[in-house]
């Protein structure tokens, strides 16, 4: 069993920072795939960015392309989603997710696992 919990979220001004974070538990989860993913109110789950087990596969929806980084330390367990220039349309419900696999996918349904999400609230 894996379990997820996401922190860093909050209000921000647009073209500010934020650092989401997400603690990772459970058996294997330093071989699997993480990603993160947004909904936004009215709007479908998107892709933001995976990563592989070690970080040499990454992979981000073309929004996020240079202004978002996803990294992970295997040894706290952590996934980390650093988000930069923030956009009013970055607001969303941001959710870490695991892919119990070694590769890594953009469709959320191949995610089986999922945080409770932490809020990004972009302002113009």
């Known amino acids: 069993q894996v379990q997820l919990v996401e922190s860093g979220g909050g209000l921000v001004q647009a073209g500010g920072s934020l650092r989401l974070s997400c603690a990772a538990s459970g058996r294997g989860v330093k071989t699997y795939c993480m990603g993160w993913f947004r909904q936004a109110p009215g709007k479908e789950r998107e892709f933001v960015a995976t990563i592989n087990w070690n970080g040499d596969r990454i992979y981000y929806t073309d929004s996020a392309k240079g202004r978002f980084t996803i990294s992970r330390d295997n040894v706290k367990n952590l996934v980390y989603l650093q988000m930069s220039s923030l956009k009013p349309e970055d607001t969303a419900v941001y959710y870490c997710?695991?892919?119990?696999?070694?590769?890594?996918?953009?469709?959320?349904?191949?995610?089986?696992?999922w945080g409770q999400g932490t809020q990004v609230t972009v302002s113009s």
């Open positions: 997710a695991v892919r119990t696999e070694y590769t890594c996918s953009s469709d959320w349904t191949g995610f089986g696992y």
